[in-house]
C-alpha cells in the first residue's frame, strides 16, 4: 500500500471501532494484538499488514474488502439491519434495567441534541433481546411515512452513535440531527463533497441536498422492530 492508501486503511479501522463502541485498548484486546503495536498502526509508524487485517476480520467481523478498498459493507451481512416483529411494544418494566433501553422520544421530532435526548428520565423499559439488539445501542420510536415501508410509523429502531462524522457509511440509514429538527434517512454520497444527499424509502418523498457541515450528530441504525399493532 502507498502511503494514502494506508492513511485510509487506517481511517476505516478507526471507524470500526467507533461503530463497535471500543477505546483502542478494548480493541486491542478483542483482535488479540499488544495494545501499544495497534497504536503504532494507527499512527502510521508500522505498515499496515494483512495479518492486521486478518486479525479485524475473524475477531470483529468486519468485511475485508470494506477495509482494503471502502467497497462494500463494514461488517459482514450478518451484522447488518435486521428486522424484528413484535407484538406491541413488548418492554419489560423500568426496574428490570436487563437489554436494550427503550427511550420515550421520537426521533422525527424536535431539535434536542443527543446527550439531552439519552438521559435516564426518559427510559420507559427496556427489550431483552440479545440475538438481534446490540446493548449497547438505544432504542427509539420513529412516526412518519417516509421511509415506509422498511421503517413505518410506530416503529422502534436501534440506533448508535456515531463518533466521527467524517466517516459515514454511504447509502446505510441514519437518523440525522440538524440546527431546527432530525430525521430519519438513507444518507447518500453527493458529487460534491462539502454536501450529502438524504433519500426516503417512500418515493412520494424527493431527495434534500444538504450541506455536510449543516449536520450537527449522526446516530447510525443497526435494528428495526416493526411493531404489530393489530388487535
Do not use: C
Not at 492486521?52 to 478498498?69: M, P
Not at 429538527?181 to 426516503?200: A, E, F, N, Q, W
Amino acid at each position: 500500500m502507498d502511503n494514502t492508501d494506508t492513511n485510509t486503511v487506517i481511517e476505516r479501522i478507526r471507524y470500526i471501532m467507533s461503530r463497535l463502541g471500543v477505546s483502542q485498548r478494548e480493541f486491542a484486546v478483542r483482535i488479540g494484538l499488544d495494545t501499544s503495536n495497534l497504536s503504532k498502526y494507527l499512527n502510521g509508524h508500522i505498515p499496515v499488514s494483512d495479518a492486521l487485517l486478518n486479525r479485524i476480520v475473524v475477531n470483529v467481523g468486519a468485511n475485508k474488502q470494506w477495509l482494503t478498498t471502502g467497497e462494500g459493507l463494514p461488517f459482514a451481512a450478518s451484522t447488518r439491519i435486521v428486522t424484528a416483529t413484535m407484538p406491541g411494544i413488548a418492554v419489560t418494566d423500568q426496574t428490570t434495567g436487563r437489554g436494550t433501553p427503550v427511550y420515550d422520544i421520537d426521533v422525527t421530532a424536535g431539535n434536542a441534541p443527543r446527550a439531552m435526548l439519552f438521559t435516564d428520565d426518559r427510559i420507559s423499559g427496556w427489550v431483552d433481546m440479545p440475538q438481534l439488539l446490540d446493548p449497547a445501542s438505544k432504542l427509539v420510536t420513529v412516526t412518519g411515512n417516509s421511509m415506509a415501508p422498511v421503517i413505518n410509523s410506530g416503529d422502534l429502531i436501534a440506533v448508535r452513535e456515531v463518533r466521527d462524522m467524517s466517516l459515514i457509511l454511504w447509502g446505510e440509514i441514519y437518523v440525522v440531527l440538524l440546527e431546527d429538527y432530525r430525521m430519519v434517512k438513507y444518507v447518500r454520497r453527493h458529487p460534491d463533497r462539502s454536501m450529502v444527499i438524504l433519500h426516503s424509502e417512500n418515493a412520494a418523498y424527493d431527495d434534500i441536498e444538504l450541506q455536510r457541515d449543516a449536520i450537527r450528530e449522526l446516530m447510525l441504525v443497526q435494528s428495526i422492530l416493526h411493531v404489530d399493532r393489530r388487535n
